[in-house]
C-alpha cells in the first residue's frame, strides 16, 4: 500500500505540475550532475552515460556492438536500448517500459540503475529532484544472488512452457510457479511445483519430457528477472493455451486475469 500510494502522489504531482515531467534535475551525494533525465510512465529516467561515471570513479562507459556497456572496479554492466531489462552483474533487472535511445543518448530508470550500483535513491515531490546516495559497492553477482537449483528449474519450466512467447509472456509463466510456491495448496519449492504429480503431472513438458531440454537463453533471463521481483501476471496460479488443447477445466473452474500470447491466466 506504501508503495502504491508513492507512486499515486508521484503521478498526481507530475499532472499537477508539467515542468516537473519534463525536465527533473539530479545529483549525486547531493552535487548536481550534468545528466539528461525525464519522466516516463511516472518512471524518471536518466543517461547512463554520466550518471554511472558520477556513481562509479573509475566507471568506463562504452558501445558495444547493439548495446551500452559500463565497467569499473566490481561492476560489469550492459543495457540494450528496447529490452525490458538491464543487466549487472550476470544479474537481470526489470524495466517495465524498456531501457530508451533517444538523439543518441541510453536512458535507464535511475532507481534500477541505482540498484545496480548498490546506491539509493531520494525523491524530492515538491521540486521533482531526485538525488542518488552513493553505495559501497555493487549489487552481489548472480552466482551469489540466485540459486543455482531454483534458477535451472524455473529457466526449464519456462522454456517448455512458453519457448515461443515474448519475455512478457516467459516472465508471467515464471510468476505462476513462484506463485504457487507461496500458496498452501502448492508445494513450497520450485523444484516441487514443477514436479508435482498431483493428477499424473501439473505440466504438460513433465510429462512428454520437454523439461529437461536445454532452456533458451532468454528463457534463462525471464528466470532471473522473476526471481529478482519482476511481476506480470498478478495472483495468476494457472495458465493455458486454449487453441493447443482439448482440457478447459481451468477456463471453466478459475477466474481470468490476462492473456499474454498463447496462454491465457487464471486464478
Request: hydrophobic share 45%.
Amino acid at each position: 500500500m506504501k508503495r502504491f500510494l508513492t507512486a499515486l502522489t508521484l503521478s498526481l504531482t507530475l499532472a499537477a505540475n508539467p515542468a516537473l515531467a519534463a525536465s527533473p534535475s539530479v545529483s549525486v551525494d547531493g552535487t548536481p550532475v550534468a545528466a539528461y533525465a525525464t519522466v516516463r510512465q511516472n518512471t524518471t529516467y536518466v543517461a547512463l552515460r554520466p550518471m554511472a561515471e558520477a556513481l562509479l570513479e573509475d566507471a568506463a562507459v562504452s558501445w558495444e556492438g547493439s548495446c551500452a556497456a559500463v565497467r569499473g572496479t566490481g561492476l560489469d554492466l550492459t543495457a540494450s536500448p528496447g529490452a525490458l531489462y538491464l543487466e549487472s552483474n550476470g544479474r537481470a533487472l526489470y524495466i517495465p517500459y524498456g531501457v530508451l535511445l533517444e538523439s543518441g543518448r541510453t536512458l535507464v530508470p535511475v532507481r534500477v540503475l541505482a540498484a545496480a550500483l548498490g546506491a539509493e535513491v531520494e525523491w524530492d515531490s515538491a521540486t521533482g529532484h531526485v538525488n542518488v546516495t552513493t553505495g559501497t559497492d555493487a549489487i552481489p553477482s548472480a552466482d551469489e544472488q540466485y540459486d543455482a537449483d531454483a534458477l535451472r528449474w524455473l529457466s526449464h519450466i519456462i522454456s517448455a512452457e512458453s519457448r515461443g512467447e515474448p519475455l512478457t509472456g516467459k516472465i508471467a509463466v515464471g510468476n505462476v510457479v513462484l506463485n504457487r510456491v507461496a500458496h498452501s495448496e502448492f508445494p513450497n519449492t520450485i523444484y516441487g511445483v514443477i514436479f508435482d504429480s498431483r493428477w499424473g503431472a501439473q505440466f504438460e513438458p513433465v510429462r512428454n519430457g520437454t523439461i529437461y531440454h536445454t532452456p533458451t537463453e532468454e528463457s534463462v533471463t525471464a528466470a532471473k528477472l522473476v526471481l529478482e521481483g519482476a511481476d506480470v501476471a498478478g495472483e495468476s496460479l494457472y495458465f493455458l493455451a486454449p487453441t493447443l488443447t482439448n482440457n478447459h477445466w481451468i477456463m471453466e473452474n478459475r477466474d481470468y486475469i490476462m492473456t499474454i500470447g498463447v496462454h491465457w491466466f487464471y486464478k
